[in-house]
């Protein structure tokens, strides 16, 4: 079967085990049915995922120009904290701003290789745990805006990471961990203007992800770099695809790119 289209983040199902799906263009996979089948990868051009020109991608899927003018990259995308719209204040686009700013947002603890702290809007719950590889997950806080779990997290990044090792997640190389614990410790460390928003009845989430063999050393594929690529899938996790040789190619940071995919 040959199929050609740009990259885009996986969408997921939650299952057990979880269902992964491709959408390159006019085809939809299902990459879960891909296991144990050879899988042929051409690096074909660069495509950003706002213009659709043929320019060479700067970062998540986008050109230069796109990266540096879209709101949904300005800098309170990776630092919640730095959120405005709840004062009215315009960033790159106020109105965009206010529709994902402020709306409910919840402050969790997920397991991926260790136990992180992050935030994310309401509605990617738990599409957000799945994109990091996390066995386990639970909510601490769920805000009213951006801003109020930003802060929440700047405080607790002083008591727990905010980092996946993304080795340690494809290995499997994790422990089990009792969230609930952790989120009563952490707790007291919440601002004060955040304590109200406390989720006291939330209980610990599980994942189980289509892995046949995790990697022993995973080696990153960039397709930038190496053009084609063919190998058998084993596994997916995280927005991670894993082959029988090690090579783990994340779709996230190869996004923007055009492939083509022949599976044998």
Same mark, same amino acid.
């Given at each position: ?90 960033? =790159?686009? @106020?109105?965009?701003?206010?529709? !994902?700013? %402020?709306?409910? $947002? +919840?402050?969790?603890?997920? &397991? ?33 805006? =951006?801003? @109020?779990?930003?802060?929440?997290? !700047?405080? %607790?990044?002083? $008591? +727990?990471?905010?980092?996946? &090792? ?99």
């Amino acid at each position: 079967m040959l199929y050609e289209g740009v990259l885009r983040k996986m969408l997921t199902e939650v299952a057990d085990p979880i269902e992964y799906y491709l959408n390159l263009d006019n085809s939809f996979i299902n990459v879960n049915q891909l296991l144990d089948k050879t899988m042929n990868i051409s690096f074909l051009r660069f495509e950003c995922l706002n213009c659709a020109l043929q320019k060479k991608i700067f970062r998540q899927g986008f050109c230069y120009d796109c990266f540096m003018s879209l709101p949904q990259t300005a800098d309170w995308i990776i630092n919640p904290e730095l959120s405005k719209a709840h004062l009215g204040i315009e960033d =790159r686009d @106020l109105e965009y701003e206010k529709m !994902v700013q %402020l709306q409910p $947002h +919840v402050v969790y603890l997920a &397991n991926s290789s260790s136990v992180k702290v992050g935030v994310t809007r309401k509605s990617q719950i738990p599409t957000r745990w799945i994109d990091q590889g996390a066995h386990e997950a639970i909510k601490i806080v769920e805000t009213p805006n =951006r801003y @109020l779990a930003g802060i929440s997290e !700047v405080v %607790l990044k002083n $008591h +727990v990471s905010d980092k996946t &090792n993304w080795r340690n997640m494809l290995t499997n190389n994790i422990t089990d961990e009792d969230l609930n614990l952790w989120k009563e410790n952490l707790k007291q460390y919440l601002p004060e203007e955040v304590q109200p928003y406390f989720i006291n009845t939330s209980e610990e989430v599980n994942f189980n992800f289509p892995v046949l063999q995790f990697p022993k050393n995973p080696k990153s594929l960039n397709l930038d770099k190496t053009p084609f690529y063919q190998g058998i899938l084993k596994g997916i996790k995280g927005q991670y695809l894993i082959f029988e040789d090690d090579t783990v190619l994340n779709i996230r940071s190869n996004e923007g790119r055009v492939i083509g995919l022949e599976i044998n």
